[in-house]
C-alpha cells in the first residue's frame, strides 16, 4: 500500500494515499470534479482544462487529472474564480457548438448538456463564427458530424489504445482542427472496424450508429411482409439500462413483449443461432485437430473483428473459422429453413436483427452473406436504437407483461447465451467439442479461467490425453497482441477466441450510453451484464448446444450433419484481404 | 494518354526512390521522430504529400496513416493536394491590398470554389498569395504561371479563369 500523506480539501483535512493524481484522491473522498477528456480507461491527456482545481502556492489553476497529489497540499474545488473559469470553458465549448439540442440524437444523454448544466451556463455569450463541417454518412454502421465535435479526444484514443485500428487523429490546427481520419476519407473507405467504440466513449452526438429505425417504423406497417425479428444475447443484458433499471437484470422476456408490440409476427432467438454456430465450429475445430486444415483456429461471430482482421491480418485467413456468425446462421435459417416451413416465399420475409453491435450493420451487408441472392438480415438495429423505439412507440416497458421466444427458432441452451460475454463462445464450443471429441459428457462445464474482464485469458482441457491449449481476447488491441503471438509462436495455442468490444458483445458498440453516474467502458456495468448471461445459463436446463432439441431437429430435417454440404453452402463464408491496408504501428502504444 | 503514361513511370520511378529512402528508417526505433524529415522527402519528390507515396511510408516505417495525416496538416508547409496545372498567385502586398486585392481574392475564392493554398476542385488551378510582385504600378495584380495580370477588377476575373479552362478543354 501506497504512503499516506495529509492533504486539505476546502479546508478539511483528509489523509490520502500517495501516488496518484488529485482527480483520483478527490473521487475517493467524495468530491466530483467535473471532467471531459479524462477517461479511466484511456491515457490522460490534460487537454480540455475543464477539471481545474485552486492548489495553494500553484499560481495557475491546475487540471486534477493529469497532476499528482503531494504531502501538506491545499486544494480548492469551488472558489467563486474556480468555478467562473470553469464555466468560461465550458461556454467556449457551447458557443462553437450547434444548439440542436431538441433534434439531437443524444438529447436527455449527452454529457455536455450535463456539463453546461452543471456549470450553470445561462446564456451564450460569445456568439461568434462556428465551425463548419459535412457530416460523414458514408458508413452504414458509423456516422460522424464533427460540428458536434468537442476535441475530448477520447473516440482518437479509445480507437488507438483499446481498439488498435489507429483510425482517427486530430488535424489541421487552431480553430480548424478537427479529428478525422488519414486523408479525410469518408469513414466506409477507412480503416474503420465499425466497432463503435468511438460512439460509446463520445461525450455529445459527433460519433453515432447509423439509425435505421425510421425504416423499420415504415416496413412495420407493410402489410405484404412476414415481420421476423431476432436479438443478441448481451441485448437482454443492457436494454433494461435504458429504461433505468440498474445494470445486470436480464430483460430477455420483457424485450419479446416489445417487439411483439412493435408489430414483429415472429421473434426469435439469437442465441439459437449461437447454438447452431457451435455444433458448426465445434466440429470444425476438431476437423482442423485431425489435420484437416489450419491450427490455432480462430472464431469468426465478431463482425468488426473480421473486417479488422482482413485489413490489418490477411495473412491470417486461413486461421479463421469459415462459420458465420450465429446472426447470419440465425437470417439463413429464416429465410430457407422458416420460410419453407411457413410456406412463405423468402422475399416475404423481413428479417431484422436486434444488436448490441454497430459492426453488424456492416456484416449485414456483406456480399459473401447473401442467401440465394437474399440478405440474410434485412435491417441491423441496436440496444440503443431498440430502446428508444420502444419509447417512441409509447409502449409502457417497464410494466410490461413478460412473453415467450416463438418456435423453433428461439429454443436455446445456456451455451447459447453466454456467447455474449468474452470467454462465452470458447466455453460453448469446449463443451460441445469435449463430447463429440470423448463420447463423454464434460463435468465441470463452467469453465473459470477464461472468464472475467481480464484483456487476455489463457487456459487448457484434455481431450483424451491430448492437452487443447486455449486463448480468449476482447477488444482489437488485445485481438492485436495475441496476433502477434501466434506469429511468433504458431503452435502455442489450439483456438482462439476473440471478440471486437472490450467486455465482448456485452460491452458493443450499441448499448445503451452511460448514464448520468456511470461512465462508458465500465467494467463494473460489463462485469454485471456479464454476470447476466451467466445467471441465464445457470437456469437453463440444458446448457450444451448439442443437447438443444430444436437444432437436432434442424439438423434432422434440413442440414442434415454439422459441416454437411448444405451446412456448407448456408452457414459458412470466406474471407478476403481489404484495401486500405491496416497498419499497427511498430511502437505500440496500446494499452 | 501518351503524357498519362509518362507520368505514371515517372510516378512508379519515385516510389521506387522513396522506398530506398525509407530503408534506412526501418529499423530504427522511433520512426515517428523521423517524420518530418520524411514527409519533407515526399514533398520533395512528388511535389506535394501524394497518397499512394504516404501509404508506403506509413507500411515501412510501421506508423499508422492517421498519425502521418495528424502531422502533416499540423505544418503549413506541406502541400496536401497535387498542385493544379496554373499556380494562381495573387499578390497581397501592399499596393496592391490598397487597391481592393481582398476583393479579387473573395472572387477567386468563389470562381475557384477553393480557400487560399488550396486547388480548384477540377484539380486545374492552385491558388497562392504572393508578396509584392514588383508591379506595383499595375495593382491590384494577380500572376499565372508566369503572366502578369494588373489592373483588375473582380468583374475581370471570371473571364481570365474561363480562357484557361477553354484552353485546357482543346
Ligand atoms: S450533442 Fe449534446 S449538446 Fe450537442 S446538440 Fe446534441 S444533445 Fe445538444
Ligand atoms: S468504429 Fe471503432 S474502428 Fe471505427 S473509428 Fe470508431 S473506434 Fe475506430
Ligand atoms: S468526436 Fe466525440 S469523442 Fe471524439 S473528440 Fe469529438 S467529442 Fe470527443
Ligand atoms: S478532464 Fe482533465 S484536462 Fe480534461
Ligand atoms: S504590392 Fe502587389 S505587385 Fe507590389
Not at chain 1, 477466441?497 to 458483445?505: R, S, Y
Not at chain 2, 499512394?52 to 492517421?66: D, K, W
Request: one cysteine or more; a positive charge; charged letters at 25%.
Amino acid at each position: 500500500m501506497a504512503r499516506l500523506i495529509t492533504v486539505y480539501v476546502n479546508n478539511k483535512q483528509y489523509q490520502v494515499e500517495d501516488g496518484q493524481t488529485i482527480m483520483q484522491a478527490l473521487d475517493k473522498l467524495g468530491y466530483h470534479i467535473p471532467r471531459l477528456c479524462y477517461h479511466p480507461k484511456l491515457s490522460i491527456e490534460g487537454a480540455c482544462r475543464v477539471c481545474i482545481v485552486e492548489v495553494d502556492g500553484m499560481r495557475n489553476f491546475v487540471a486534477s487529472c493529469a497532476y499528482p497529489i503531494s504531502d501538506a497540499m491545499k486544494i480548492s474545488t469551488n472558489t467563486p474564480e474556480l468555478r467562473r473559469a470553469r464555466r468560461d470553458i465550458v461556454e467556449l465549448l457551447v458557443d462553437n457548438h450547434p444548439m440542436d439540442c431538441h433534434i439531437c440524437d443524444r438529447n436527455d444523454n449527452c454529457e455536455l448538456q450535463r456539463l453546461s448544466y452543471a456549470m450553470g451556463i445561462k446564456q451564450r455569450h460569445f456568439v461568434g463564427e462556428r465551425k463548419r463541417y459535412q457530416k460523414d454518412v458514408s458508413s452504414v454502421a458509423v456516422i460522424r458530424d464533427p460540428e458536434k465535435c468537442v476535441l475530448c479526444g477520447r473516440c482518437v484514443r479509445v480507437c488507438s489504445e483499446i481498439q488498435g485500428v489507429f483510425n482517427l487523429s486530430y488535424a489541421y490546427r487552431g480553430f480548424k482542427t478537427v479529428v478525422t481520419t488519414a486523408f479525410d476519407i469518408p469513414i466506409a473507405e477507412s480503416v474503420c472496424s465499425s466497432c463503435g467504440q468511438c460512439i460509446n466513449v463520445c461525450p455529445t452526438a459527433a460519433f453515432l450508429e447509423k439509425n435505421y429505425t425510421q425504416e423499420l417504423f415504415e416496413k412495420l406497417c407493410d402489410p405484404g411482409l412476414i415481420k421476423v425479428v431476432q436479438f443478441a444475447p448481451s441485448v437482454r443484458a443492457a436494454i433494461g439500462e435504458a429504461f433505468g433499471f440498474p445494470a445486470g437484470i436480464s430483460k430477455e422476456k420483457e424485450t419479446i413483449a416489445a417487439l411483439k408490440k412493435l408489430g414483429f409476427d415472429y421473434v426469435f432467438d439469437t442465441q439459437f443461432g449461437a447454438d447452431l454456430t457451435i455444433m458448426e465450429e465445434a466440429n470444425e475445430f476438431l476437423e482442423r485437430l485431425k489435420g484437416n486444415g489450419k491450427l490455432p483456429m480462430i472464431t469468426s461471430c465478431s463482425a468488426a473483428w473480421m473486417k479488422f482482421m482482413e485489413q490489418f491480418y490477411p495473412d491470417m485467413i486461413e486461421n479463421i473459422s469459415t462459420c458465420k456468425s450465429p446472426m447470419s446462421m440465425l437470417g439463413a435459417m429464416i429465410k430457407t429453413y422458416f420460410a419453407e416451413k411457413i410456406k412463405v416465399d423468402p422475399e416475404k420475409i423481413l428479417s431484422v436483427a436486434v444488436m448490441c453491435c454497430t459492426a453488424k450493420k456492416y456484416e449485414a451487408k456483406r456480399p459473401e452473406l447473401l442467401v440465394n441472392g437474399l440478405s440474410a438480415v434485412d435491417i441491423v438495429i441496436t440496444t440503443r436504437e431498440l430502446a428508444w423505439m420502444i419509447k417512441s412507440a409509447g409502449i409502457d416497458f417497464v410494466n410490461i407483461q413478460p412473453e415467450e421466444f416463438d418456435n423453433p427458432l428461439g429454443i436455446s441452451s445456456g451455451g447459447g447465451a453466454i456467447f455474449g460475454t468474452t470467454g462465452g463462445v470458447m466455453e460453448s464450443a469446449i463443451r460441445t467439442a469435449y463430447e463429440i471429441y470423448t463420447g463423454e459428457p464434460l463435468m465441470e462445464i463452467e469453465i473459470s479461467q477464461i472468464r472475467g474482464m481480464q484483456g487476455i485469458k489463457e487456459g487448457s482441457i484434455e481431450l483424451d490425453g491430448k492437452k487443447i491449449n486455449v486463448v480468449v481476447a476482447h477488444g482489437l488491441g488485445n485481438a492485436s497482441k495475441v496476433l502477434e503471438i501466434i506469429k511468433k509462436e504458431p503452435q502455442k495455442y489450439h483456438f482462439v477466441e476473440i471478440m471486437g468490444c472490450p467486455g465482448g458483445c456485452i460491452g458493443g458498440g450499441g448499448q445503451p450510453y452511460a448514464g448520468a453516474n456511470s461512465i462508458p467502458l465500465d467494467e463494473n456495468i460489463l462485469m454485471k451484464r456479464a454476470e447476466a448471461l451467466y445467471g441465464i445459463d445457470r437456469k437453463k436446463t440444458i446448457r450444451r448446444a448439442h443437447n438443444n432439441p430444436a437444432i437436432r431437429r434442424l439438423y434432422k430435417e434440413f442440414l442434415g450433419k454439422p459441416l454437411s454440404e448444405k451446412a456448407h453452402k448456408l452457414l459458412h463464408t470466406h474471407y478476403s484481404p481489404k484495401y486500405p491496408k491496416g497498419i499497427i504501428p511498430k511502437e505500440m502504444t496500446l494499452r | 494518354m501518351q503524357i498519362k503514361d509518362i507520368v505514371q513511370e515517372k510516378k512508379q520511378q519515385n516510389i521506387q526512390i522513396l522506398k530506398e529512402y525509407l530503408e534506412s528508417f526501418k529499423n530504427r526505433s522511433r520512426a515517428e521522430s523521423n517524420l518530418l524529415t520524411i514527409l519533407h522527402k515526399v514533398q520533395e519528390l512528388f511535389g506535394y504529400l501524394d497518397k499512394e507515396a504516404i501509404e508506403e511510408v506509413a507500411t515501412i516505417i510501421q506508423v499508422p496513416l492517421s498519425h502521418i495525416w495528424g502531422v502533416a496538416t499540423f505544418y503549413h508547409y506541406f502541400k496536401l493536394k497535387k498542385p493544379g496545372k496554373h499556380i494562381i498567385s495573387v499578390c497581397l502586398g501592399t499596393a496592391c491590398y490598397i487597391k481592393g486585392a481582398d476583393e479579387i481574392v473573395a472572387k477567386l475564392k468563389e470562381e475557384l470554389k477553393t480557400d487560399l493554398g488550396g486547388v480548384s476542385e477540377d484539380g486545374l488551378f492552385s491558388f497562392e498569395e504572393a508578396r509584392c510582385l514588383g508591379a506595383c504600378s499595375l495593382a491590384p495584380v494577380v500572376m499565372i504561371d508566369d503572366k502578369i495580370y494588373g489592373n483588375l477588377t473582380p468583374q475581370m476575373i471570371p473571364q481570365i479563369i474561363k480562357e484557361y479552362k477553354r484552353k485546357h478543354k482543346e
